[in-house]
């Protein structure tokens, strides 16, 4: 694939944020999970090559979905989008509900080797970690969307990855929600 093509769908993939929580029939899930605390709820949603994340803390709801650019997403709600292009960071703080939201965004284009290693080391860290994860083939090859959180005291973090073997795609998101 020639470095224009792969450019391409790299800068078709977005970030939205909101400030509302989304409805699970927009999307085709492949895979949900629910964390709960007693100050927070966050419910992550695996789809092909994409993710939602809903965290809700008091009376706010957030939701953070990683998406195609090219696919309608609903409009009410929009806090920030921006493309996935390299390497971004993005923060947005919630006084008036004591919540700041942080995320990272970094991808890159890996060689054939380098994306099926990647790949490996991708399946051992979900097994190890009980990630939610979620494996097809997008005709080239195997690919794999997965979602990690983990609790700390007053914050979760988020660490979702996006292997597309078509590309060489691989599309990582650090989310932090802190709460007070």
């Known amino acids: 694939m020639t470095t224009p ?6 800068q078709g993939s977005q970030v939205v944020l909101y400030s509302r929580a989304l409805h699970p029939d927009l999307f085709e899930l492949r895979g949900r999970r629910v964390l709960r605390d007693k100050a927070f709820e966050l419910e992550a949603w695996v789809m092909d090559g994409q993710h939602a994340l809903r965290f809700e803390h008091k009376g706010l709801c957030l939701t953070e979905l990683l998406c195609d650019a090219e696919k309608a997403v609903p409009q009410g ?6 493309l996935c292009t390299s390497e971004r960071d993005y923060d947005h703080k919630f006084p008036k509900d004591k919540v700041n939201y942080l995320t990272t965004v970094q991808t890159e284009t890996l060689s054939e080797n380098l994306y099926q290693s990647t790949y490996n ?4 860290f979900a097994k190890e970690t009980q990630a939610l994860a979620h494996r097809w083939n997008d005709g080239v ?24 073997a078509a590309t060489g795609l691989v599309l990582r998101i650090q989310s932090l929600f802190e709460h007070a």
């Not at 007053?154 to 660490?159: L, P, R, S, T, Y």
């Open 121 to 124: 080391e991708m399946i051992e």
């Open 5 to 10: 093509v792969k450019q391409a769908i790299l």
């Open 77 to 82: 709600g929009i806090v920030a989008a921006f």
């Open 141 to 164: 090859g195997k690919c794999i969307s997965l979602i990690d959180a983990q609790r700390m005291n007053g914050e979760v973090h988020v660490q979702c990855y996006h292997l597309v």
